[in-house]
């Protein structure tokens, strides 16, 4: 009698054993161990701190952002269920608190973002792509920040941290294609803001 045989694939093989380590320490964190949520905190505050950093532009914010990303986290963590990696969880997590932060910042303050399809931002597609230039980081931080807060977050998750636009989709809660469009959007708004500081 013959046997099929099924194959996992490589990356799901070792996704498995991560993912039961994910697990388990969110458990420990639930039954109140201390040391569990210590090693959460270790393990992902310095992907958070970055992200919170570039979209807020302030380090002391960001490390205020960082205790609330926190305490949050630590209130919905029966919430999480192990359907994405706990760190995605904690990026959607962390970045809706930073949206939220945000966005209330800009009502008390009366600011309203401004859309990017202007026409000058649209005619100034041509060029080099970012990556290609040298650019100054204190530019780039200060450009960052005069972005509109949806095409901020797309470009700081794909281009910055380096996730693929399926993460950053589900990190914010958008389609994929939005993710791409915002993407170019931000790409396209920095080359104009970063010519004006030149």
């Known amino acids: 009698m013959a046997t099929s045989k099924v194959t996992v694939h490589p990356s799901a093989q070792a996704a498995a054993p991560v993912r039961a380590a994910e697990l388990a320490l969110v458990e420990r964190c639930r039954r109140g161990d201390l040391g569990a949520f210590e090693e959460l905190y270790r393990q992902h505050s310095g992907r958070l701190f970055s ?16 205790q609330e990303i926190f305490l949050a986290a630590h209130r919905k963590l029966e919430s999480f269920r192990g359907e994405a990696a706990l760190g995605t969880w904690l990026y959607r997590l962390g970045m809706n608190q ?27 597609a041509g060029g080099h792509r970012l990556a290609d230039r040298a650019i100054d980081r204190i530019d780039l931080e200060r450009a960052l920040a005069e972005l509109p807060e949806g095409c901020r977050a797309a470009f700081v998750l794909h281009d910055v941290e380096g996730l693929e636009h399926k993460e950053v989709s589900e990190v914010l809660g958008i389609a994929e294609g939005t993710s791409k469009s915002q993407v170019h959007k931000a790409r396209l708004r920095l080359r104009g803001l970063l010519r004006k500081v030149r």
Do not use: F, K
Request: no cysteine; charged share 30%.
């Open 51 to 66: 992200l919170a950093v570039r979209m807020l532009g302030n380090p002391a914010d960001a490390e205020d952002m960082l």
């Open 98 to 124: 930073i949206l939220d932060h945000v966005r209330s910042r800009a009502a008390r303050t009366g600011q309203l973002t401004d859309g990017l399809d202007d026409a000058t931002l649209l005619a100034d």
